[in-house]
């Protein structure tokens, strides 16, 4: 059974940095994209950056300058580093992959993590 778990979230004042990571366990062939969404209180899940399993990086550009996202294949971990922190970052932070996974025939789905909260004071 495949399962992303995070950690690293947590209060932080305006200005401030958090890293976040997300390792992946279980049955894995191999992992693909991978990648950050939040959700603000009242508004929709958005997309905040993915890396590719070639380290190809793509960012909202909201986050551009201040995030930065990083993968380490060996231990199946994703990583978000974010500086300078704003009020309007807090969100929870979900981790997401793509992931295929041995069996009878292999097959591709994505997977979320359970989701970590980001506050960040004003």
């Known amino acids: 059974q495949v399962q992303l778990v995070e950690s690293g979230g947590g209060l932080v004042q305006t200005g401030g940095s958090l890293r976040l990571s997300c390792a992946a366990s279980?049955?894995?062939?191999?992992?693909?994209?991978m990648g950050w969404l939040r959700q603000a209180p009242g508004k929709q899940r958005e997309l905040v950056t993915t890396i590719t399993s070639g380290g190809s990086t793509n960012y909202a550009d909201s986050v551009k300058g201040r995030f930065t996202i990083s993968r380490d294949n060996a231990k199946n971990t994703v990583y978000l580093q974010m500086n300078t922190l704003k009020p309007e970052n807090t969100a929870v932070y979900y981790c997401?992959?793509?992931?295929?996974?041995?069996?009878?025939?292999?097959?591709?789905?994505?997977?979320w993590g359970q989701g970590t909260q980001v506050t960040v004071s004003s």
């Open positions: 997401n992959a793509a992931i295929t996974t041995r069996g009878p025939v292999l097959v591709t789905r994505d997977y």
């Open positions: 279980g049955d894995i062939f191999i992992i693909g994209r």
